[in-house]
Structures are given as structure tokens and as C-alpha cells.
């Protein structure tokens, strides 16, 4: 898609162009929080705001220069931030720039294996982690792969929230996947979801609602999807995709 395509663009030329500055800063906050961090201290908010936003911006315009692998320093800050945080935050912040290392990286398996194994016993962290592997995942298979973790379940609704929510409404590169398996994935997993919850089926099915807006050949990709599901399909999620269909056939 052309608006996630120029995001990304610009977030790289920043970083690019303000790489030692941001290396810098990242050294400097690292100092300001080497004394420890208190709740109450709005600057040191400020600091690990920023450390998480800054991270971010270097994995990407590190891994948009097809280098193997981005600047260790940064993969390693990150990971060590995700191992070493003494609270949630700080290790969201790791792991969440470790989730947009490129997908061979052995960083990026060992940040989401990490965060996983370790909170795979909390309910609403885990959904947390599903959400960020659904959200930063470069493809479909991501849906299959999630289904099958033993910490998700297609009859707990917040866990197909976290991952098929996650995919459909927070991964636009991937679901608009020219080739339209970003939708085929949706739709198949829309059918066991249906299955198990009607509306919560029928609210992930909002993820077609604007189908309209979409150019002729994926608007045509995404309508190929809702009419597969509508034979079979609760009253619920019916409704939905009749809505679909109507905004873009009206």
C-alpha cells in the first residue's frame, strides 16, 4: 500500500540522515536511567518514551539498507532492554523493536521465542505478544502459525482479538498483499471464529468494511473473500459482509 510504503520511507530517511544523533541519544538516556527509574519522575518517562521510539526508527532504516543483519548495537540494545527491564514498559519497548528486525533475523526469533516463553502463563500479556507477532509479521502465514501456539484459542475471544485483529486492522501491508492471501487467511480464519462466536466473528469482519475505498483490483480480491463466506455464515457476520458487498456493488 502507498501510505504504508511512504510511512515507512520517511521513517527511514530520518533515521538515516539523523543516525548518530539518535545513537547518541540513546547512549545519553541510557545514562539517565542507569541510576534506576521512579514512577513519579516525569523526565525519566520522557527518556524510555523516547529510548522505545528511537529504537524503532534505526532497526528499520538499518534493515532497509539490505544489510545481513541491522547494526548489532541496536538489535543488542534491544534485546538486552527486553531481558534486563524491570517492568513492563521497558520490556514492551525491547521486545517491540525486536518484533521489526527483519523476518530471518535470529534476533527477532529470539526476542518473540523470549517474551513468549516468559509470560506464556499470563493471559493478557500473552495477548499483548500475540497482537505484536500478528501486527509486524511480513506475511498470512503468521494466522496458521498463531492458531497453532498452545496460548492461543479460538473460543477466548480476546486471543482472536490479538491475533486476527491484530492482523486484519493492525498489519496493513500484509492483509493488502497484492496476491490476496492477505484476505484468503482472513477469511478461512474467519470461518472457524464464526463457528465458535458469531459476533466476534461478525466484528473482525468489519476488517472488509472499506473495501470500497481499496483499488479496483484489490476491492475485487476482497469481495472474491466475503462472497466465499457468506454460504454458511452465522446471521451475525452475514449481516456484516452483506454490508460489504452492498457499499461496493452500490
Known amino acids: 500500500m502507498a501510505v504504508v510504503a511512504a510511512k515507512k520511507s520517511v521513517q527511514v ?40 521510539i528511537l529504537l524503532v526508527l534505526l532497526i528499520k532504516a538499518e534493515s532497509a539498507e539490505g544489510a545481513a543483519a541491522p547494526d548489532a548495537s541496536t538489535a543488542d540494545v534491544a534485546l538486552a532492554l527486553q531481558s534486563g527491564a524491570d517492568n513492563m514498559s521497558d520490556e514492551m519497548a525491547g521486545f517491540t523493536a525486536c518484533c521489526v528486525l527483519p523476518a530471518d533475523s535470529v534476533k527477532r526469533t529470539e526476542g518473540i521465542k523470549s517474551f513468549g516463553d516468559k509470560w506464556k502463563d499470563d493471559g493478557l500479556v500473552i495477548d ?30 480476546n486471543k482472536v482479538y490479538s491475533v486476527l485483529g491484530g492482523f486484519a486492522f493492525g498489519n496493513p501491508k500484509a492483509f493488502h498483499d ?73
Request: glycine fraction near 10%; proline fraction near 3%.
Open 128 to 157: 499483548k505478544w500475540l497482537r505484536m507477532v500478528a501486527c509486524t509479521a511480513e506475511g498470512p502465514e503468521v494466522l496458521a502459525e498463531l492458531e497453532g501456539h498452545p496460548a492461543f484459542s479460538i473460543s477466548n475471544p
Open 13 to 52: 530517511e530520518l533515521a538515516t540522515r539523523l543516525r548518530s544523533e539518535m545513537q547518541g541519544a540513546l547512549d545519553r538516556i541510557g545514562a539517565v536511567l542507569a541510576g534506576g527509574y521512579t514512577w513519579e519522575n516525569q523526565a525519566h518517562k520522557s527518556c524510555r518514551d523516547l529510548r522505545a
Open 178 to 250: 497484492p496476491s490476496g492471501k492477505g484476505y484468503a487467511a482472513v477469511a478461512e480464519m474467519l470461518k472457524r471464529v464464526d463457528e465458535k462466536n458469531a459476533q466476534v466473528g461478525a466484528r473482525m469482519a468489519g476488517c472488509f468494511l472499506k473495501a470500497r475505498t481499496a483499488t479496483p483490483s484489490l476491492r475485487a480480491m476482497q469481495v472474491d473473500a466475503v462472497k466465499g463466506l457468506m454460504d454458511g455464515a452465522s446471521k451475525n457476520l452475514r449481516e456484516i459482509l452483506s454490508q460489504t458487498l452492498k457499499s461496493v456493488e452500490g
